[in-house]
């Protein structure tokens, strides 16, 4: 059954699953909230606007 489920989220149509998945591990990680590129703290209302951001709205620019 868990090879399954891993299969279900390494499939191509999957990538928003995945994402999701890797915003609750954040969210119960030590570091929720802290940008990973700079350290600067995620404003709270930028997490609730964008609930799968992993990084700043300034270093999320600099990726796009």
Do not use: T
């Not at 890797?22 to 700079?38: E, I, M, Q, T, V």
């Amino acid at each position: 059954l868990e090879s399954r489920a891993r299969a279900l989220r390494d499939a191509p149509g999957n990538a928003e699953l995945r994402q999701v998945e890797a915003a609750l591990k954040r969210l119960h990680s030590a570091d929720f909230g802290l940008c990973p590129d700079c350290g600067a703290e995620i404003p709270y209302a930028y997490l609730q606007a964008h609930v799968l951001a992993q990084r700043c709205a300034a270093c999320e620019a600099k990726r796009a």
